[in-house]
């Protein structure tokens, strides 16, 4: 008799854009923070419409340890869908190349089997930000943003965050957003559809210096948020979603 496949305990998500000069330094870090933390642990970084040589880095550096999509256009979010719908594990974590942890990846494999969204929130009273004030400011602005434009409860939606299984199953083929609000509407979705979710505090160092324009983001940002709105409030009778 052949035995049914199992999956893994855990997929970890990387998008990456134009990382070739960090990741010789980064991989290796991440590489090693799973097998500390997570045995058995399948690892994919997506990457798109880089114009370096993110990709062939990618292999070079992660070898048999790390799974390398590429696709043509620069979307953080088509690459995370991508990352999530190959996704083998009970869990999936989403990581960036510069913010990763092995004690989140812990905490989310100790999750009773209640809880279904675990997300790393800088904005728990009992988290470490050693970021800029600049970079927190922008954090503290995008949570206002979350509480008063969605309604939300969720404190943080940028960053270590972990879905399982069923509810990548479920939502991740109804999110329409794209770019950086792909993962904030997964999690509101998340949340409006009674999903349990948990936060936990972070600490927050940066492995390297900010290198995304706020100035662009804010608008984009609010314009996404409201989009995010109109799209989940139900409307005569329909379920919004
Ligand atoms: N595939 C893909 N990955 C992206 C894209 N833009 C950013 N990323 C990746 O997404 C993660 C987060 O991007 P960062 O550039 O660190 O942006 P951030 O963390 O929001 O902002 P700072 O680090 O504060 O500048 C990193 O792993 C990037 O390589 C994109 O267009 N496509
Ligand atoms: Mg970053």
């Known amino acids: 008799m052949i035995a049914a496949p199992v999956s893994r305990p855990v997929t970890i998500v990387v998008p990456v854009y134009n990382e070739a000069a960090f990741l010789p330094q980064a991989l290796p870090r991440l590489v090693a923070v799973l097998s500390e933390a997570a045995e058995d642990a399948e ?4 990457e798109n419409g880089s114009t370096d040589e993110t990709a062939a ?15 043509p256009a620069a ?4 690459a995370m869908r991508e990352g999530f719908v190959r996704a083998d594990g009970d869990w999936v974590v989403n990581f960036d190349i510069d913010y990763f942890s092995a004690s989140f990846l812990r905490t989310v494999l100790g999750q009773p089997p209640d809880v279904d969204v675990v997300i790393a929130s800088k904005r728990d009273p009992s988290s470490e930000d050693h970021r800029p004030p600049v970079r927190r400011l922008a954090t503290l602005t995008f949570n206002l ?5 969605l309604d939300s409860g969720v ?8 879905f399982r299984r069923r509810v990548v199953d479920d939502l991740v083929p109804r999110v329409v957003s794209t770019k950086d609000l792909f993962d904030t509407e997964l999690v509101i979705r998340a949340e409006r ?11 927050v160092m940066e492995m390297r210096t900010a290198r995304s324009s706020l100035i662009k983001r ?3 940002t609010v314009t996404g948020l409201f989009r ?11 379920t919004g979603g």
């Open 43 to 46: 690892l994919i970084l997506v």
């Open 57 to 71: 880095v990618a292999r070079r550096v992660g070898g048999s340890a790390v799974t390398v999509v590429s696709l």
């Open 75 to 78: 979307d953080y979010g088509a």
């Open 145 to 149: 943003l979350l509480r008063t434009i």
């Open 155 to 162: 404190t943080d939606t940028h960053g270590m965050k972990g």
């Open 193 to 203: 559809a009674g999903y349990r979710i948990v936060e936990v505090p972070v600490e």
């Open 218 to 220: 804010v608008p984009r």
């Open 228 to 238: 995010i709105r109109r799209l989940l409030t139900p409307r005569d009778g329909s």
